[in-house]
């Protein structure tokens, strides 16, 4: 709370002491004054200059719908002392008139990263905040241009909904620390992080996309989100509006075709026949494991490669994570490695992990065959054609979109899309007989369409 800051700690403390301490939960809302009072800065020219500074900083940030009595009386102690010097001359009573944003980027400063601060109103004043020297600037001197993205989401976030604008502001503050160079045309670029991940913060990173490939697995354990462009970026902060994928057909080739394995074999084959993966990996449960080797006898017939089967953990999330993350994370598996992990089977608990392994590694795709009314009209006039859905999480919201190919003649297509297994329950009289299925071994019999 920032009454712990301002009234009797901070008569002990060093610069950085405050800083780490003032940060540490910055920004503050109307409730987090409650009895604070002002009226007691340090003695210490440097500290109350300081004291100034983050005392003003904080105010302004309060959103506008909060403010109250006891905001503005505080507001009033600041009414004529010039915060940010010296990159700023303008009183804080009119500083108050202005909306604020402020948004966090790392910078390298040798063995130890540091952060620096953008904060930016909507009349364009401007002003950086670098907490290695502590200094304010009003223009970033640092090298590089790793700064650039968070000085222009600084600004775009002004200029967000009105009715939303005041909860982006604060949760950007809050949430994110980003890095990345920016064009004149919005496009995030590659920038050198360094140790720059190495800081402690319990923000989010938004890294650019382009930064991906050369990330260290004990660096992937970080909350880590890439962006491409400042769209994208906005969208992460907002945590509105979805980046949709172009309708896009399989590659001809993947290094790995990754499936979470269960009784219904048909979209499972669907990804071996579609995808033509120099390795399959099999995730299977303890009760699976029978649909597993169903699955490497219909892909070694089929395709003339045996998979690797792992086993999962369907009942424990942490297990199952624990398990996906050992593979992929001890297994070596280059970032260039192209991937397509298909969750159709299995259950929730184990798409849920596939999530998470999705989110730390970037080349991993998730594909999943559901299709609606659309897609079936689309396979109804393309004969051979089969669709599936395309996640890819390396942003959120998640990219979404259409991924589909084209079923080789020779097989069954309408059985490859509809097969189902049959049960010891009474079969229902609207089922189709051809599309049932007692095992792999029968699946497979019926996919090889009998010319």
Not at 72 to 100: E, H, M, V, W, Y
Request: with cysteine; net charge negative.
């Amino acid at each position: 709370m920032v009454v712990k800051i301002f009234d009797s700690a901070h008569t002990g403390m060093s610069r950085g002491q405050l800083l780490r301490f003032f940060f540490k939960d910055f920004p503050y809302e109307a409730k987090d004054f409650e009895a604070t009072n002002f009226e007691k800065p340090p003695e210490n020219p440097e500290m109350r200059d300081l004291f100034t500074d983050l005392g003003s900083l904080s105010l302004l940030m309060i959103k506008n719908k909060e403010e109250n009595d006891e905001i503005r009386s505080l507001k009033a102690f600041f009414k004529d002392k010039i915060p940010f010097q010296p990159c700023n001359k303008t009183k804080f009573g009119d500083l108050d008139k202005r909306r604020f944003s402020t948004v966090f980027f790392p910078i390298e400063t040798g063995a130890d990263p540091e952060w620096g601060m953008c904060v930016r109103s909507d009349a364009d004043d401007t002003f950086f905040f670098d907490s290695k020297d502590c200094e304010w600037k009003q223009k970033w001197s640092g090298e590089g241009d790793s700064y650039k993205l968070a000085a222009a989401l600084a600004k775009e976030l002004l200029g967000s909904e009105l009715t939303e604008r005041d909860e982006h502001i604060f949760k950007a503050a809050q949430d994110w620390i980003v890095t990345g160079s920016l064009d004149e045309k919005g496009k995030v670029g590659k920038v050198a992080l360094g140790g720059k991940l190495r800081l402690g913060t319990k923000k989010r990173f938004m890294i650019p996309l382009e930064n991906i490939a050369t990330l260290s697995d004990e660096e992937r354990k970080r909350e880590l989100f890439s962006v491409d462009e400042i769209s994208t970026a906005m969208n992460l902060i907002t945590r509105s509006g979805v980046k949709p994928l172009v309708e896009r057909e399989f590659p001809l080739e993947v290094d790995e075709l990754h499936i979470l394995v269960g009784a219904a074999l048909a979209p499972q084959v669907a990804s071996v026949e579609l995808l033509n993966a120099k390795k399959i990996i099999l995730w299977h449960s303890k009760n699976s494991e029978v649909n597993a080797d169903e699955m490497c006898e219909i892909a070694r017939k089929l395709k003339g490669i045996v998979p690797e089967k792992r086993k999962m953990s369907s009942s424990s999330l942490l297990d199952a994570e624990k398990e996906l993350k050992k593979y992929f994370a001890y297994g070596k598996v280059s970032p260039q490695t192209r991937i397509f992990f298909n969750f159709t089977s299995g259950n929730r608990l184990m798409a849920m992990a596939v999530q998470s392994v999705a989110r730390l590694y970037h080349n991993v795709e998730m594909i999943y065959r559901d299709i609606d009314e659309t897609d079936r009209k689309k396979e109804a006039e393309e004969s051979r054609l089969m669709t599936f859905n395309l996640l890819q999480y390396s942003e959120f919201p998640p990219l979404y979109g259409k991924i589909y190919g084209t079923v080789r003649s020779g097989l069954d297509v309408d059985f490859l899309r509809n097969g189902t297994r049959k049960t010891e329950r009474k079969i229902n009289v609207l089922q189709n007989e051809e599309t049932e299925y007692k095992d792999g071994e029968e699946f497979f019999d019926k996919l090889i369409k009998k010319e």
